[in-house]
């Protein structure tokens, strides 16, 4: 009987609060959980979590030991690294989540160097623009792009990215391009929202060491990243996004720089990750390979 499995099941179910997920997250049958977590009450001779037909909760005992399992299971990982001069012995799962763009113009390009540097590793990536919830879905870390809201998480400055105002070319044949902020009003925005509400479309701008926004005819408004770039590419107005991410398409003239000196507040980049007094080697070394990769591609203090 492996002990350290038994806790790692446990911790799971314990954070998730369902038997199914755990399953799926540990990628085990439903069986194999409740048996293990049988198993431990039994080890241990006393009941962990109380089952109800809603959800599962742990008993008292059971957050007793679920905190001291998160310190127990955080040292052993730290501890099959110790001795380890060699970083490509690493191992374990890593699993991270980052918005869409980032995934796809960052990461996806360039992650062979990692998994080169680290092959024992199993990296899972999730891509998605909603925010994931780490702990319930066994995230090792997350990167957010934006002001963090109020967290119990631990989050590592990686930097700011410089924002840019683009167009289509095709929009600038048909419309034209905005010379003053007053031109704003003859012009068409694609708004970017997280969650559909009565928010009103207004083009940002910082000045004078104050955020500005001008309210816009607004084209349409969207909640993913990859409809907001598609929308600009077919013409439907302003956007406003990490220049990092637009760079190449305003070289090749595909896309247009408008109001430079009116430019949004630059973006500011974090990694997350649940507090743990050990943090495991691999979830270490992924974030200060992120770092150094987001300043290769224009992330400044």
């Known amino acids: 009987m492996n002990k350290l499995e038994l806790l790692k099941t446990f911790v799971r179910v314990a954070e998730l609060s369902s038997f199914t997920q755990a399953s799926e997250s540990l990628g085990l049958p439903r069986s194999t959980v409740s048996e293990q977590i049988r198993l431990l009450e039994n080890l241990l001779g006393t009941r ?37 001069n060699d970083d490509a012995a690493l191992s374990g799962r890593l699993r991270v989540d980052m918005p869409t763009a980032f995934a796809r113009t960052i990461v996806m390009p360039r992650v062979s160097e990692f998994i080169a540097r680290h092959p024992l590793i199993e990296l899972e990536i999730s891509s998605t623009d909603r925010r994931v919830d780490l702990v319930r879905e066994g995230f090792d870390c997350v990167m957010r792009v934006g002001e963090l809201p109020d967290t119990t998480l631990v989050a590592r400055h990686v930097g700011y990215f410089p924002m840019v105002n683009v167009v289509s070319a095709g929009y600038a044949k048909v419309h034209g391009v905005p010379q003053t902020l007053d031109d704003l009003q003859q012009h068409w925005l694609i708004n970017y929202v997280l969650t559909f509400s009565a928010s009103t479309a207004a083009f940002e701008y910082h000045q004078d060491g104050k955020d500005h926004s001008v309210v816009m005819p607004c084209s349409v408004t969207v909640n993913n990243i990859e409809a907001y770039e598609a929308g600009c590419l077919g013409g439907l107005g302003i956007i406003q996004a990490p220049r990092m991410a637009k760079q190449a398409a305003i070289d090749s003239a595909e896309l247009i720089e408008v109001l430079p000196d009116y430019l949004p507040s630059p973006m500011p980049v974090s990694l997350l990750y649940a507090h743990r007094r050990h943090l495991p080697a691999r979830c270490r070394a992924f974030m200060q390979w992120m770092e150094g990769l987001l300043h290769e591609y224009g992330a400044v203090d």
């Open 48 to 84: 962990l979590l109380q089952r109800t037909t809603r959800k599962v909760q742990t008993t008292p005992d059971g957050q007793v030991l679920y905190e001291r399992s998160k310190d127990v299971l955080a040292q052993m990982d730290e501890l099959e690294s110790l001795f380890r």
